[in-house]
């Protein structure tokens, strides 16, 4: 299991990109030790603090630093291709 949050990128919620592309190339040159991912994730991209007297913004965390829908739809879209290879890599082996 790896996450692609926190130190893996440098706690830069825009960077989980960059580590879910460097991690969906392992899966697909065949590493069947990685069997998931964690992507810090939320309706809209960054955080907030809460502040009284201020309103939240809608869909934005208020705990960690997570990408957007968007990101998070193109990185599971990177994973899911890379699983795809990774399978036939390892039928094509056997």
């Known amino acids: 299991m ?3 949050s926190h130190a893996n990128s440098q ?3 825009e960077r989980q990109i960059d580590v879910a ?9 065949g590493d069947a ?6 992507i810090e994730s939320h309706i809209n ?3 907030q603090d809460l502040v009284p007297g201020q309103p939240l913004q809608y869909g934005v965390s208020i705990t960690d ?9 193109e990185a599971l879209k ?4 890379a699983v795809r290879k990774r399978r036939v ?4 082996a056997e």
């Not at 592309?21 to 040159?29: E, L, S, T």
Request: glycine share 14%; proline share 0%; with cysteine.
């Open 45 to 47: 991209g960054g955080r």
């Open 21 to 29: 592309r460097d991690v969906a190339g392992q899966i697909a040159g």
């Open 2 to 4: 790896i996450d692609c």
């Open 65 to 73: 630093a997570c990408i957007g829908w968007d990101s998070t739809v």
């Open 78 to 81: 990177t994973l899911a291709d």
């Open 33 to 38: 030790r990685i069997f998931g991912v964690m």
């Open 11 to 13: 706690k830069q919620h």
């Open 89 to 92: 890599r390892l039928a094509d």
